[in-house]
Nanobody
Framework: QVQLVESGGGLVQPGGSLRLSCAAS????????MGWYCQAPGKQRELVAA???????HYADSVKGRFTISRDNAKNTVYLQMNSLKPEDTAVYYC??????????????WGQGTLVTVSS
């Protein structure tokens, strides 16, 4: 079993910043890609940003230049620094981890979600 614990969401004014964290623990042999997804009310979950184990990153067009994804492999933790936040960034943000388990299976795990609200 793998647990993902997210933190850092909250209410912020437009133009403000937040930093999300997601720490993975459990039966993990190796973590491959890590990512953040968001789901706004009435919409499908969509990719915000992803990072490979080697540090290559990918961003949704809507967040390029404003959000930065990073990871600490020693801590099995991924971060999302969100700057210049807009009301349309309001959503529940989910952490996703692709990993190899202690039993050598390649699996995906999801965090519980953290709410980000951008409003004045």
């Amino acid at each position: 079993q793998v647990q993902l614990v997210e933190s850092g969401g909250g209410l912020v004014q437009p133009g403000g910043s937040l930093r999300l964290s997601c720490a993975a623990s459990g039966s993990i042999a190796r973590i491959n890609a890590m990512g953040w997804y968001c789901q706004a009310p009435g919409k499908q979950r969509e990719l915000v940003a992803a990072i490979t184990r080697g540090g290559s990153t990918h961003y949704a067009d809507s967040v390029k230049g404003r959000f930065t994804i990073s990871r600490d492999n020693a801590k099995n933790t991924v971060y999302l620094q969100m700057n210049s936040l807009k009301p349309e960034d309001t959503a529940v943000y989910y952490c996703n981890v692709n990993y190899i388990s202690s039993s050598h299976r390649t699996l995906d795990a999801w965090g519980q979600g953290t709410l980000v609200t951008v409003s004045s």
